[in-house]
């Protein structure tokens, strides 16, 4: 597996996305920028989410409680970009470790947890598909 670049990296904001969007987009002036996942349509304004964006660099602001669970997206994690998923996947595979996935094909995402439990994601570089 190569990880080429971070994707985004992620904070659970339960309880207090109001605040928090008021913290990250007007005192610290990150901007606001829609969420995308593989196969649905943008959303901006969300009562339950937000990202932001600094540069090519996300934070995705997670408003959704944790229920404890291992490989949890919304857990506070770090989203890596690899340069072949596929190739990612059998890694991961091969290792023995158990993972979570959404969606199909060069779209989809996986997470996994590392020797202490920390969230891991990971996705297909854009940058790196091979037409």
Do not use: C
Not at 13 to 35: D, H
Request: no cysteine.
């Amino acid at each position: 597996m190569k990880i080429t670049r971070i994707n985004h990296m992620a904070f659970n904001i339960a309880g207090v996305v109001p605040q928090a969007r008021e913290f990250y987009t007007k005192l610290l002036g990150i901007p606001e920028v829609p969420i995308q996942f593989p196969g649905a349509p943008a959303t901006i304004g969300s009562d339950k989410a937000f990202w932001i964006q600094n540069q090519r660099t996300q934070m995705h602001l997670i408003g959704i409680p944790k229920k404890g669970e291992p490989r949890e997206p919304v857990n506070t994690h770090v989203s890596w970009y690899v340069e072949d998923l596929d190739v990612a996947l059998a890694d991961i595979r091969s290792a023995g470790l158990e993972f979570r996935q959404l969606g199909e094909g060069l779209g989809r995402i996986i997470w996994i947890s590392d020797p202490a439990g920390n969230t891991i994601e990971l996705q297909q570089d854009p940058e790196t598909v091979r037409t």
